[in-house]
């Protein structure tokens, strides 16, 4: 692997080397896995030396957790940037989705280490992972709660505002999630179309749920 362009200069900032070293380890974790991945790899592919990534991070497994949280913050930003005050909720619900979408597809090292390594690799990664997966969830849930709170629906069924919206919310991020690991495997569709899909599959469901249509178990 190259090393990232003017990487060896003496005088960059502590910040800049710093985020060179992390786009190094999220390019390296992302495609070799968290195990397979040196720090020798890391500190190449920065253009650093070994001595300087280990001053800077202590160990492999703080390098590692550094990633995890700048990618989740990223991610998550992402979503929230997008989705903007006074729109409806469906419209809302709509941006936040098309966004996680063009983030995973645009960097997807890092949607590999939140997705596959992180989770897969014990604590405390996994708890890393899960603080981002909670955000995503309770962010979900609020614009759900709206949604509901436009149509009427909390009236005519007060569980919409508690349990159902939470377990709704927890769904929709599940499916995106698996969306997105098929939709970054495959490469078959863009960001905007499986978007589309999971709001065709979510909305439609979800605005019937509003109206006080239900699915009789019997």
Known sequence: ??????????????????????????????????????????????????????????????????????????????????????????????AGLTAFFTHTAENPDGWAVLHRQARTHGEPFAREAGAMRNEIVDYVASLIAAAAQEAGAVRREPELAGRDVAALAQALVGAAESLAEWMNDTGAVSAKETAATLMNFSWVGLGDLMTGARWPPR
């Open 1 to 94: 692997m190259g090393a990232v362009k003017g990487a060896r200069s003496k005088r960059m900032p502590r910040a800049v080397r710093e985020r060179q070293m992390m786009d190094a380890a999220v390019r390296t974790f992302g495609q070799r896995g968290y195990r397979a991945a040196s720090m020798d790899e890391i500190a190449e592919l920065a253009g650093v030396s070994k001595p300087l990534v280990y001053l800077y991070l202590n160990s492999k497994e703080e390098l590692f957790t550094a990633c995890i949280r700048r990618e989740a913050a990223a991610l998550l930003a992402s979503v929230q940037e997008a989705t903007e005050p006074g729109l409806s909720a469906d419209r809302q619900l709509w």
